[in-house]
Nanobody
Framework: HFVESGGGLVQPGGSLRLSCATSGFSLDYYAIGWFRQAPGKEREGVSCISSSDDNTYYSDSVKGRFTLTRDKAKNTVTLQMNSLKAEDTAVYYC???????????????????????WGKGTLVTVSS
């Protein structure tokens, strides 16, 4: 199970920290990804981390602004989002699977790697 939290309304340039609480499995064996879906757009991969090491992928649109971290002891994955822009407005989801796929491919084609267990997501709105 994946339960997202931490969304809200923030002004452009502000920061938010999203959390993904996981249960029923160990993060030692799961690749995890953060995805988002803006109104009228398809879901896109934001950041993904491999199961076996700390190799992490970031989409070009968030690189340098977002940071994914994984706390295996707490079974939690966070997404620190800084310098937020209006175009970051979306519902954010986390998901994962026991796959050894490369983070880039996990974010590009999550369903091919079994990353299709979607939670309710958390809404991030960036607006002045």
């Amino acid at each position: 199970h994946f339960v997202e939290s931490g969304g809200g309304l923030v002004q452009p340039g502000g920061s938010l920290r999203l959390s993904c609480a996981t249960s029923g499995f160990s993060l030692d064996y799961y690749a995890i990804g953060w995805f988002r879906q803006a109104p009228g757009k398809e879901r896109e991969g934001v950041s993904c981390i491999s199961s076996s090491d700390d190799n992490t992928y970031y989409s070009d649109s968030v690189k340098g602004r977002f940071t994914l971290t994984r706390d295996k002891a707490k079974n939690t994955v966070t997404l620190q989002m800084n310098s937020l822009k209006a175009e970051d407005t979306a519902v954010y989801y986390c998901t994962g699977s026991p796959t050894t796929g490369r983070p880039l491919f996990l974010c590009q084609s999550p369903s091919l790697y079994g990353m299709d267990n979607w939670g309710k997501g958390t809404l991030v709105t960036v607006s002045s």
